[in-house]
């Protein structure tokens, strides 16, 4: 390479031609899988340092958080129906899943009623990868706050049951939570 070669226009460029080689697909994929190794990373390094305690604590906190950014984040960027409802809701949820990752949990939706609806999670990446860490039973569920997060993101008033806490399928019970949507008042 020359000097001008080195400019950062230059090198982003460069890395753009590179990148370009990817699909979509591609990208998408990289983007997901290289999340998922940070918050492995983080989760085992707030755990090595604090105790897993600490590290569940400040998962479900970090990714209900998140979940409201994500949410609010994904209402401007896509054209979604204002979410009203349960199935208003379900679209918003299943369009997030969709965004991050659809292949990372494989579940069930079974509606209750006009208001309730029952996940059961049949497969789930976090439960895979602290089983393989070897502190499921330690481990607190993350995903179910980051879904409650949405929910808080799209300001929709809701009830779930069970309380989330210790990860279900770790106890060896199904992984199954109802929520209830409180419908918006009408305008």
């Given at each position: 390479m020359d000097g001008d070669s080195l400019t950062p226009e230059a090198l982003r460029d460069?890395?753009?031609a590179s990148l370009s080689a990817l699909s979509q697909e591609q990208r998408e994929r990289l983007l997901i899988e290289n999340w998922m190794a940070h918050d492995a990373r983080?989760?085992?390094a707030v755990a090595g340092e604090y105790g897993?305690?600490?590290?569940?604590r400040l998962n479900k906190r970090a990714v209900y958080e998140l979940g409201?950014?994500?949410a609010r984040r994904l209402g401007r960027a896509v054209p979604l129906s204002p979410v009203t409802d349960r199935d208003s809701y379900l679209l918003a949820q299943e369009t997030m899943i969709s965004l991050l990752g659809p292949q990372l949990l494989s579940y069930e939706l079974m509606p209750i009623g006009d208001e309730e609806f029952q996940i059961e999670v049949r497969d789930c990446f976090a439960f895979r990868n602290v089983s393989r860490a070897g502190i499921a039973a330690q481990y607190e569920c993350g995903i179910v706050p980051r879904l409650l997060g949405w929910l808080e993101g799209l300001g929709v008033a809701h009830a779930i049951t069970p309380t989330p806490g210790p990860?279900?399928?770790a106890q060896?019970?199904?992984c199954s939570y109802t929520i209830r949507v409180v419908p918006a008042p009408a305008s």
């Open positions: 460069q890395a753009a983080w989760f085992n897993l305690t600490v590290a569940n409201q950014v994500e990860c279900l399928r060896g019970q199904p």
